[in-house]
């Protein structure tokens, strides 16, 4: 519906006049050689997915037939610069290596313009030209990098037949007398292209094809930080995992579309603008506007479809459902020059929508909390343009502005995001607080219960502790003497001996995230000569989380965070006491029980990715799988962990640390972020499926599921 805007100008601003767009035609780059003046009649090949909207990598991946005609499409190495990625001045008016450029074909609008709408992407023409990454300062990675990097116009990146140098052990099996797994030596590496990619769902949910392009991403760029750390190399982990992902055809929703995106949520939140580009959210990987062509009616127009507003520009953000976003160009990043910004390309196509009044995907940009040189970024939803206008910015120059309004009836995001940054400022703001903080001081922060559904006051009764309760050390947990390294643990260290028990590497990156899932992850301990500042300390230091405990619905309590959670973070521990086999049942059924029964598929293939780098594929089966023997029961004493609930597709899994070297060594259950998690997501785990071969040790009867997730198995153990 057109509504009369009540904008009125100030002196120092000028309302938009928009001249015919014969004359202001956007004159779209031709990326991978495409001549677009003279464009062949002849269509482009294109692959289409049964599904409709995903690439080849899933399904008919390993058709050779479909995988040699598959496009590599490239993420926008410049462009439009709304998110304050102004990098139009190092590339001109041409976009190097652009593969989701404006479409070919033009795809025709109907009524409703929040249906996805799909066009031909000038990907889709065969190219040898090589993949052209950008580097996006915007997008920083909380691990440092040393060394020299190159300029911001951008780094070239060749399409990886395989990467050399790169050799990995096997984490979760042991060579060697001394309890160290040996690097395989690699005589001859596969090309990414010819690997096995079984690891990839056969599944047309939409859902979980974005889900597992992400973790194959992240997964990658965990292992490349660790590789790129032994070997003192200062490479962006991210767009070298993001190119793998490219040049293998791995990604989602390749198609650009008006309107919302299968598979992706409003509300998810992602740490790096190269996991937009591979699940097709948002196609530049630095320009802030991302737009294509298409028919309305009779008539051709540029149209902007999704924006990221990254918070450089003078960006209005205090309202959680309206966005004053500023227009592209004026900003060079390489040098201090100033200039007016032109009605042109991305700015076009936000003026052209408008008057089209076409729904445009909106992402918007915050700091990360836990990293002061990264950032957060949170897909807020649909959202219209309803006013747009001209003034100048604090730096003297002309400044398009668009105010854009979210579309009613989408689950909350940003405001979501908002509130739970206030409650960690001040929990006393968080409404239904029936305890300020339920562990008394014992946890490093308070744990808040909540309920805002019913009249409930609190769970049962329990003795709140940190540490678990063991009678006696398990017979098969060995003790290991202790590292001998000055002050920390160093990456490539060949003398570290905790190093040598995790396979050679350091499980943890710099910032404290798991690289890999493996059968134990050995933490440095009192036995070792390194400081409490050591990397490889992180789960041993409790909970550094903002947790509230809250009442459900349908499922007594759970457990969620204020805080956005990262990929392979850790979570908590499960505390509780360790009980033995033979008493497990007879006081009764214990809701509160873990056992390290087979876990469901997702968790078990946690470590995705490995062949597409020429490395020994890490195969973990149900069949395979092997329960450590241990059970913990959190009934009458335990931690927040006693308050996760199970999910058939959970959000954390458990993994065995050990750092209790001497003769009474015990493993650690730790929870880890299997995926990034929003503020305010319930955190789970799969509580194991009984119907695994290797969970027929004290094994209790089925149990009905209420996860609600599509592939609910309906019964967990």
């Known amino acids: 519906m057109n509504r009369e805007s009540n904008f009125m100008p100030t002196p120092d601003q000028d309302v938009l006049e928009v ?3 014969r004359t202001l035609a956007p004159m779209f780059p031709a990326p991978l050689g495409v001549d677009v003046l ?8 294109v ?4 599904a409709g909207q995903f690439s080849g990598a899933f399904g008919a991946w390993n058709n050779p037939a479909i995988r040699s005609f598959a496009a590599f499409g490239v993420p926008d190495a410049g462009g439009d610069q709304g998110a304050g990625d102004s990098q139009t001045a190092a590339f001109g008016d041409q976009e190097i290596g652009r593969g989701q450029s404006a479409a070919n074909g033009t795809p025709n609008i109907g009524t409703s313009a929040t249906e996805p709408i799909e066009a031909t992407p000038i990907s889709a023409y065969k190219s040898t030209q090589p993949i052209v990454i950008s580097l996006d300062d915007d997008n920083n990675d909380d691990e440092p990098y040393t060394g020299n990097q190159t300029s911001t116009s951008g780094r070239k990146i060749k399409r990886p037949s395989h990467l050399s140098g790169y050799n990995m052990s096997d984490s979760l099996g042991i060579d060697g007398s001394n309890g160290t797994k040996k690097r395989p030596k690699s005589s001859s590496r596969k090309a990414a292209n010819d690997n096995d990619l079984s690891f990839m769902p056969p599944s047309s949910d939409p859902r979980e094809i974005v889900e597992v392009v992400l973790m194959t991403f992240e997964a990658l760029r965990r292992r490349h930080l660790q590789l790129d750390e032994t070997q003192e190399t200062s490479k962006r982990a991210d767009l070298k995992a993001g190119a793998i992902m490219l040049a293998s055809n791995l990604r989602a929703n ?6 919302a995106i299968p598979g992706v949520e409003v509300g998810d939140i992602f740490y790096f603008r190269m996991e937009l580009c591979i ?6 990987s630095m320009g802030g506007i991302d737009y294509m062509n298409a028919k309305f009616g009779d008539e051709d127009d540029s149209i902007a479809i999704c924006i990221v507003a990254a918070g450089v520009y003078e960006n209005d953000d205090d309202d959680t459902d309206t966005l004053v976003y500023s227009g592209s160009g004026g900003i060079s990043r390489n040098s201090e020059e100033r200039h007016d910004q032109k009605l042109e390309r991305g700015n076009l196509a936000l003026e052209r929508s408008l008057s089209r009044k076409n729904v445009i995907r909106v992402v918007r940009g915050y700091k990360d909390p836990a990293c002061l040189t990264g950032k957060v970024y949170i897909y807020d939803g649909l959202y219209k343009i309803h006013e747009s206008w001209k003034e100048k910015t604090k730096t003297g120059i002309s400044c398009f502005k668009y105010k854009l309004q979210r579309e009613p009836g989408q689950p909350d995001a940003v405001a979501i995001w908002k509130s739970s940054q206030r409650w960690v400022e001040n929990p006393t703001a968080r409404g239904g607080v029936l305890h300020p903080d339920l562990s008394s001081g014992a946890e490093n922060l308070p744990v808040c219960l909540i309920n805002d559904v019913n009249s409930e006051k609190g769970p049962g009764h329990f003795n709140y502790i940190t540490q678990v309760k063991y009678l006696k050390p398990l017979s098969s947990m060995k003790p290991f003497q202790g590292c001998g390294c000055l002050s920390v643990c160093l990456p490539g260290d060949n003398n570290c001996v905790c190093a040598q028990h995790n396979g050679g590497d350091l499980p943890y990156s710099s910032s ?4 890999c899932r493996k059968l134990m992850v050995y933490e440095c301990g009192e036995s070792c000569q390194c400081s409490f500042n050591c990397r490889n300390r992180v789960s041993q230091k409790g909970v550094r989380i903002h947790f509230e405990i809250f009442r459900t619905t349908n499922r007594g309590w759970g457990l969620r965070s204020w805080d956005p959670i990262r990929a392979g973070s850790f979570i908590c521990e499960f505390v509780g006491e360790v009980v033995d086999d033979t008493k497990v049942n007879l006081d009764g059924e214990d809701d509160y029980l873990f056992q390290t029964v087979c876990p469901g598929e997702k968790t078990l293939k946690w470590n995705y990715g490995p062949e597409l780098i020429g490395e020994p594929s890490i195969n973990i089966s149900a069949e395979t799988f092997e329960p450590l023997p241990i059970k913990i029961s959190a009934k009458k004493m335990g931690n927040v962990a006693r308050f996760m609930n199970h999910s058939c597709n959970p959000n954390t899994f458990w993994q065995p640390v050990q750092f209790d070297h001497g003769e009474d060594s015990y493993p650690h259950i730790m929870f880890f972020a299997l995926k990034h998690i929003p503020p305010m997501t319930e955190l789970t785990y799969d509580y194991g499926d009984i119907g695994c071969e290797s969970s027929s ?21």
């Open 38 to 45: 003279n464009r062949s009649t002849t269509p482009p090949l």
């Open 254 to 259: 390749t198609g650009k579309r008006i309107g």
């Open 279 to 284: 699940i097709g959210l948002h196609a530049p």
């Open 19 to 21: 001249k015919p767009l």
């Open 697 to 717: 040790v004290g094994s209790t009867r089925a149990k009905n599921c209420l996860c609600g997730s599509s592939n609910c198995r309906g019964y967990f153990s």
């Open 47 to 50: 692959f289409v997915a049964p």
């Open 512 to 515: 404290g995230l798991l690289v």
